[in-house]
Each structure stands twice: as structure tokens, then as C-alpha cells.
């Protein structure tokens, strides 16, 4: 009797969409999981298309990726957007392929928010505050920044930037100071972004494929772990929604992006 050898499968996790808003950690995460508990799954393509999204979430997915990478090589294949947050995601892998027309980059920190204060004085409508310190309520709709106020957020922003700056240095293999000196929120297509050492190879989803089944030793065959998607995501997928949760993520208490 001959022994029937699997050779194994490589698990193909989406990343479509805005981090934090469409696509959040806990979603991601029980794919990353299943995926490395798996036997049968030898590599991982992570598929982004993605402009970054929130800090937090792209944090965490990075750094259940980077996990993940481990023990099973992780592929990042990017069709057509794989900036801020996204590229993040991608430089959890061991190799990072893009279309032609991608475009990658724009690496770098934004915090945004309107500032209300002169409609509210307008509309006749005072806000009052008591706080415990004088931060407590920086950042708030309600009023203009000090340059205390601005200082203290600069720095809090640039923080987070140390850290995806060593983050893109450590994967690429590239010198920390030269990664700064492209990391200034700049997008590029893929060849240029070849050219400057953020992507390894452009292609298309079967070359990612291929070079997944390489790392991971085994079969071309594919499973696709597509993450829940709630009703509301299903019922607005069009343009307008598309603007309403961009204006929403704006608005939003955790304003701090990587988009």
C-alpha cells in the first residue's frame, strides 16, 4: 500500500480595505490562528489592498503576522494599495510583491480632527471643562490648540513613528537613516518602490503563489480565509459609504492614523 503524501496548502488571508474600520484585528486574528494551527497549511499570502487605517489594529495585526511569520513564511502580495498601516502589515513577511501599479509607501503618522470652536461660539454654544491636568483634553474638537497642546501630540505622533520606521528598516535589511529619508509620507508606484528597496519583486497573484510554495515547501493549491464581514460593510459597499466611514474614522476618538 503507497502512502498518499500531501505536500500541503498555502491559506491566503484578505486584507481589503480600511484598517480599524472594515478590517480589524479580531477579525484577522482567528484567521492567523487557524492558519498556523493548521498542519496542512505550510505558507501564508497575506493580499492587501488596503490605504492603512488606524494605529491600533495595525499594530496588532502586524504583530500577529510577524508572529505567524515564525513559524510558517508569510507572503505579502499588494494589489493595487498597500500604504501606511497596510505596508506595515506587508513588512511582517518575509517577501513583499506588488503589481505593476501599486502603489506603496506613505510611511508615516497623521492625527486629524476639525476644530469646532469658532462654529460652537457661532451657534452660541459654550463648553465647559474640568480636567486633571492641563492635557487632559488635548486634541478636543471644542477648542484650538495651545503650543503646549501642540508639542505634546507632535511628540506622541513621532513616538509611534520611531516605530515603524525601525520596523521597515529590520525587515527591509535597510539602514535605519536611510529608510527616514524616504519615509516622509510619500507614495510610489511599485518600480519605484523596487527601486528603493521597500518591495522585493513585482508580480502578479501566481508569482505570489509561487513564491509561497517555495518558502513553504508544498503545493500551489490555495485556500482562501476570508474574515467575517458584518452586515452593514455587505449592505454599503459603494462610494458613498466608502466616504461616510472615511469621515467617520476621522471623527472618531482614536484619531491617530497611519493613513
Known amino acids: 500500500m503507497f502512502k498518499i503524501f500531501n505536500k500541503g496548502k498555502i491559506a491566503v488571508i484578505r486584507i481589503h480595505g ?3 474600520s472594515t478590517i480589524k484585528h479580531d477579525q484577522i486574528l482567528p484567521l492567523i490562528i487557524k492558519a498556523e494551527k493548521n498542519k496542512s497549511i505550510k505558507s501564508v499570502i497575506i493580499d492587501i489592498n488596503s490605504p492603512g487605517g488606524g ?4 499594530d496588532l495585526i502586524y504583530s500577529s503576522l510577524a508572529s505567524l511569520n515564525k513559524s510558517k513564511p508569510v507572503i505579502a502580495y499588494i494589489q493595487g494599495l498597500g500604504a501606511s498601516g497596510a505596508y506595515l502589515l506587508a513588512c511582517s513577511s518575509k517577501h513583499i510583491i506588488a503589481t505593476e501599479a501599486s502603489i506603496i ?5 497623521i492625527s486629524i480632527r476639525p476644530v469646532l470652536e469658532d462654529l460652537l461660539n457661532n451657534l452660541g454654544v459654550k463648553v465647559e471643562v474640568n480636567k486633571t491636568g492641563e492635557f487632559k483634553d488635548s486634541g478636543s474638537v471644542w477648542r ?7 508639542k505634546y501630540l507632535q511628540e506622541f505622533i513621532d513616538d509611534y513613528y520611531e ?3 525601525k520596523i521597515v528598516s529590520v525587515n527591509r535589511n535597510q539602514d535605519y537613516k536611510y529608510i527616514k529619508t524616504i519615509a516622509d509620507g510619500k507614495i510610489y508606484w511599485a518600480p519605484k518602490a523596487k527601486e528603493l528597496g521597500l518591495i522585493d519583486n513585482i508580480g502578479n497573484f501566481n508569482y505570489a503563489i509561487k513564491i509561497a510554495a517555495k518558502e513553504g515547501n508544498c503545493s500551489e493549491k490555495t485556500v482562501i480565509y476570508k474574515p467575517k464581514v458584518s452586515l452593514l460593510n455587505k449592505l454599503f459597499k459603494n462610494a458613498a459609504s466608502s ?9 472618531s476618538v482614536d484619531n491617530i ?3
Open 18 to 20: 480600511t484598517i480599524g
Open 55 to 58: 494605529v491600533t489594529d495595525s
Open 105 to 109: 509607501g506613505s510611511i508615516g503618522v
Open 144 to 150: 484650538k490648540q495651545t503650543k503646549n497642546d501642540s
Open 163 to 165: 516605530r515603524f520606521l
Open 243 to 251: 466616504t461616510y466611514e472615511t469621515l467617520v474614522d476621522k471623527l
Open 257 to 259: 492614523r497611519l493613513i
